[in-house]
Each structure stands twice: as C-alpha cells, then as structure tokens.
C-alpha cells in the first residue's frame, strides 16, 4: 500500500511540473481524467504500461519513480523526530507518510535545518569541553586570580594608606599598572580562545559520514565500475580470478608496485610472514595500488555524487579504495560462487580468500549486481561504547541513523561472547523479521601496550533467504518463541512493555 501511495504523489508532481491539467495528461497516456485522478490519490495502482507512457511522453528516467528515495526521507524524518529535543511534539505516522508524499522538498529542508542544528550544537558542545578540559584555560584561570588578587590588595593599600611615601606609592602604583599590563593580555588570549570563530566551523550539511552513507545507499553499495578497476589491477598484476595463496598474491602485487613506483613496496620485507599479517598486507598494498594508480573510477565517481565538503570527498576516496582493494582479493564472481556453495561460512571463506572476518562480511554485503545478486544482506559495524561506524542494508533491516542502536540487537550481546558467532532471530515493531548474526572482533597494531579498538560486526538477511545460510541449520525458524523483538531505537520504538528501554517513543503503536 506505501509503494502506491509513493507513486501516486510521484505521478501528481510530474503533471505539475509539466502544468498540465488531469485532463491533458489522462488525454496522453490514454485513459480517462477521473482514473488517472484516481492514481493520483493512491486508489489505483500505477501499471507498468502507464509508467512506460509516462516515461515515453515525458521524457522521465523510471528509476525516478522508485520509492526508495521516499522510503529513506520518511525513516530519516523518523528517526528526526526520535532526537529527544522533540521529546514534547507529538508525531503521528499518517501525518509524516502524508508530509514526505505531498511536500518531499519541504521535508528535506527540515532535515537540512536539523543537520545545521546538530552541527551549532556539537560547536557549542566543543567550545564547553575546550573551556573545562584545555590546560591554557586551567593555568589562565590561575594566573587571573593570582593577577586580580594582586591589584585589588594594592589598590586598597593605596586607598586606605594617605599617608604613604612618595617614592613607595608610586612603586605601588607602578605594580598596579604592570600587574593590570599583564591581566589585559591573558584576558585578550582568553577571548580570542572562547570566540566561536576559533573552533573548526562545520559546513551546514549533513557530516561526512552520513553523506557517505547516502552515497552508499544511492549506489546500493554496489559500483561496477570500482569492480572493472579490480578485475584491472589483478589482470595488470597477473592474478588469476581464483588466485587466493597469500604469499603468490602478495608477490604479484608487490612485482606491479615496483613496474609502476621506483622502490618497492611498502613493507616488502615481510613477504615471508605468517599468513594472516600476509594478507593483511595484500589488502594495504592493493588499496594503496587503487589510489595511487587505479583512481580514475574513484574520481568519477566522487566527482558524480552530491558530496558536499571536502572531508566528504575525502572519506568516501578511503572507501571507495578499500572497495577495490576488497574486489582485489575477493573477485565478485569467484567470491559468490564460493559463498553460495559454502551457504555463506564465513569462517571457511575468511580462510579461503585469506581475508578478516570484517571484509568477508563487508564484500558480502555488496554482492548486489543486478544480474547475479547474492542474498541481500545487511552489514553494521559497532564499537563498544555503540557507536555506529558502519552500516549499510539491502535485507530491509532499519539501522539507526541518529544516536544509539536498539539494545536488544545481538550487535550488542556479541562483546560478551568474543570471537564467538552469536545468531538471532530479530523482529521489527512492523512485523518484519530478519536472521542475524554478529561477532565481536579486536584490532591492534603494534605490541602488547599499544591501544586496541574493540567492535562488533554483523550481517543478516530477511528471514526468508535464512534456509541459505548455514548459521540457520540447527535453528528452529519456525519456532515463535526465538524471535526476538527489537526496534531501530528507544524514540522510534513503540514496543510498551521492553525492559531496556531507554527513552519514551514519539510514534504511536499498539504492538508490544
């Protein structure tokens, strides 16, 4: 029912634009003004042979009329009004379906001043952190009592004191003026640190990595040209598409470095390392071949996208060689052959392709080729403290976008188990019920006392494609009492009766 809804508020933005009548355009396609205001006001579906006409006649792309961009502005305004300045304003589901399909242009705005918000609000936040934390403000604020103490005792001396020396009220007076010399000049500094202006001034659009998760989503976290520019460097490198030993992968691409840079690769020497820090290596080296060598596809597509700020631009370079390094060592077509035939054992093809269980999931996550797509997958990525780094959904699966995930995910409960597979099955307050699993994981580079960075990483598929997967095999996933109910937050959650809520929901609902 929403993706006629969606349509046919697409259809009435369409005639309006061209400034056509119901009539004039009913004439077009060839049917009658009282049907077409039908599908208009979403009681008549729109046909696939009208969408032909209508793309015929007016010259519209029919992606254009995909639901995808109204179905992410309306869980983007949800998950707005979650933040809990809206805390008092009561929002209704009908009345947010009816802003994004009558005024989608309106309702972008409010996120555009919803960002510019968010980004005063961290501002102001960094400038009170830099006046409690900064040791120039702690040591300033000790010199300026020091400095005020002592003019105002000698100004009372000279006050309460006629009688004074000459000679001993003019030193007293020239202390004051010093003392006054220097409490002007750490006041100036003091000023010139406090002033908005000295702070980094975010540009007022959304932050890069929501940008970039935009792009992603856009993209369906599948480019086939950063995938020609794989399948490039492992010919230039003569890896074949099934080439997976460490030590043959990593000496072809260190050979292609040296033909394309004078000196060789970095960290050559540890061609004889054990395997895992081999292919970690391997993975460093073709990320860094894709930058330095295989870029034009990175440009031309950061230079099409809608990225708007240079850290933008810059994040999504990182993530769009790191896409090709993938590529490199997990060759779309070997890589999803494998995985089907081991029903998606991570352990097996992390061994296989050499490869950490992270990647494994991520280049799982954009096996989506329209002409051989592997099961649509989520993949989210979190570190200890919940915090999203990573996130992106082909299975349907809501992922928070503002603030923190629901607690009942399994993304959380994998931190008490590590290195251990934890699986759930998920339902959303909506009834839509996924098959997850998570897996905690550790990376550390250099010795015992360096700093480690604990995460999270999960992947899962609507429950549907879960028979597909060999997690699923010694699961009921008929059995009721397993599901799990989870929602995208607390503030978009409407179950009444979860015990880790957090924050009260801002959207009615009767389901518990």
């Given amino acids: 029912m929403a993706k006629k809804a969606l349509l046919g508020s697409k259809v009435r933005r369409l005639r309006r634009e061209r400034s056509l009548t119901q009539l004039e355009m009913a004439k077009g396609v060839g049917i009658s003004a009282s049907y077409l205001n039908l599908i208009e006001h979403n009681q008549r579906p729109l046909t696939l042979p009208l969408l032909f006409k209508l793309s015929d006649l007016y010259g519209v792309d029919?992606?254009?009329?995909?639901?995808?961009?109204?179905?992410?502005?309306?869980?983007?305004?949800?998950?707005?009004?979650g933040d809990p300045f809206f805390r008092d304003t009561a929002i209704k589901r009908d009345e947010l379906n009816e802003a994004v399909r009558a005024a989608p242009a309106i309702c972008q705005a409010i996120l555009m001043l919803y960002h510019a918000y968010r980004n005063s609000r961290s501002e102001v936040q960094a400038l009170g952190e830099r006046l409690s934390d900064d040791s120039f403000f702690s040591t300033s604020t000790h010199e300026l009592r020091t400095l005020l103490t002592s003019i105002l005792s000698f100004s009372e001396i000279l006050e309460d004191h006629e009688n004074l020396e000459p000679e001993q009220r003019q030193r007293f007076?020239?202390?004051?003026?010093?003392?006054?010399?220097?409490?002007?000049?750490?006041?100036t500094r003091m000023i010139e640190q406090t002033t908005l202006d000295s702070l980094p001034r975010s540009e007022q659009a959304p932050p890069p990595l929501e940008e970039l998760d935009d792009f992603i989503h856009e993209h369906s976290n599948h480019f086939p040209a950063l995938e020609e520019a794989a399948?490039?460097?492992?010919?230039?490198?003569?890896?074949?598409?099934?080439?997976?030993?460490?030590?043959?992968?990593?000496?072809?691409?260190?050979a292609l470095w040296r033909r394309l840079e004078t000196g060789a690769p970095p960290e050559s020497g540890l061609a004889k390392a054990r395997s895992p820090v081999l292919s970690s290596r391997c993975f460093r080296l073709a990320q860094s071949l894709a930058v330095r060598h295989y870029s034009a596809e990175l440009e031309s597509l950061i230079a099409g996208s809608h990225l708007s700020s240079n850290a933008a631009r810059d994040l999504a370079r990182e993530v769009m060689a790191n896409y090709v390094a993938a590529a490199v060592m997990m060759p779309y077509e070997h890589f999803l052959v494998t995985a089907q035939d081991l029903r998606y054992d991570l352990d097996?093809?992390?061994?296989?392709?050499?490869?950490?269980?992270?990647?494994?999931?991520?280049?799982?996550s954009s096996l989506q080729r329209p002409d051989n797509p592997g099961i649509p997958l989520h993949f989210v990525r979190v570190d200890i403290a919940g915090n999203i780094s990573k996130r992106f959904s082909a299975s349907g699966l809501r992922i928070a976008r503002y603030g923190g995930a629901c607690p009942r995910l399994n993304l959380h409960s994998a931190f008490l188990t590590p290195g251990q597979t934890?699986?759930?099955?998920?339902?959303?307050?909506?009834?839509?019920?996924?098959?997850?699993l998570a897996r905690s994981i550790v990376k550390a580079e250099g010795g015992h006392h360096s700093p480690k960075s604990?995460?999270?990483?999960?992947?899962?598929?609507?429950?549907?494609?879960?028979?597909?997967?060999?997690?699923?095999?010694?699961?009921?996933?008929?059995?009721?009492?397993?599901?799990?109910?989870?929602?995208?937050?607390?503030?978009?959650?409407a179950r009444k009766n979860c015990r880790q809520r957090a924050f009260p929901a801002i959207l009615e609902s009767d389901r518990s």
């Avoid at 950490?356 to 999931?361: L, V």
């Fill in 62 to 81: 029919l992606q254009s009329f995909s639901q995808d961009d109204e179905s992410r502005l309306l869980a983007d305004l949800n998950e707005l009004f």
């Fill in 173 to 187: 007076i020239g202390v004051v003026a010093e003392e006054s010399r220097k409490l002007a000049t750490i006041m």
């Fill in 231 to 254: 399948k490039r460097l492992r010919s230039d490198a003569g890896l074949g598409s099934e080439e997976t030993d460490p030590e043959r992968r990593f000496g072809t691409l260190s």
């Fill in 348 to 364: 097996q093809l992390t061994w296989r392709f050499g490869v950490s269980f992270e990647q494994a999931c991520q280049r799982l």
């Fill in 422 to 436: 934890n699986l759930q099955v998920s339902q959303m307050p909506d009834g839509s019920t996924f098959f997850c």
């Fill in 454 to 493: 604990h995460f999270a990483v999960g992947i899962g598929c609507d429950i549907k494609f879960a028979p597909g997967i060999v997690y699923a095999d010694d699961i009921n996933l008929a059995n009721r009492s397993i599901v799990v109910p989870v929602g995208v937050s607390c503030r978009l959650c």
